[in-house]
């Protein structure tokens, strides 16, 4: 089942962060830009053409937080919107993350006609 279609599960804590090869088969399934930092968390900088549409983009992807009960945290500047997402309560990453990831990536995608080509 491809990520973006999963719905992120609230983590109660109790479980162990994932690791290694988890973390790799999981970040091959996201597309080109995200980053995992130090097996800790994802991240991600999307570029806009102004600063509405990156804007929009924050707004968006805080609808989505809310409505997945998953909080990232949101960076934004003049064209310019960075994400890294990791579960606080085991302090690193869990597949809810990706799918947070895959979902960011989504948005983004449908709002491309406010955005540049290029991407960071």
């Not at 088969?25 to 800790?40: A, K, M």
């Not at 509405?52 to 960076?75: C, F, K, S, W």
């Not at 890294?84 to 085991?90: G, L, M, P, Q």
Request: glycine fraction near 8%; proline fraction near 3%.
């Amino acid at each position: 089942m491809d990520l973006s279609s999963k719905q992120c599960i609230p983590c109660r804590g109790g479980v162990s962060p994932l690791k290694g090869k988890l973390l790799d088969e999981l970040h091959d399934q996201l597309n080109d830009g995200w980053e995992i930092v130090d097996e800790h968390h994802l991240t991600r900088s999307f570029r806009f053409k102004d600063f509405t549409g990156a804007l929009v983009y924050v707004n968006r992807i805080g609808e989505m937080a809310n409505e997945q009960q998953h909080h990232p945290d949101i960076y934004l500047a003049w064209g310019k919107v960075r994400v890294d997402v990791w579960t606080h309560k085991i302090d690193g990453l869990t597949e809810s993350d990706f799918i947070f990831a895959a979902r960011a990536d989504q948005l983004v995608e449908s709002q491309e006609p406010s955005r540049n080509a290029g991407q960071q």
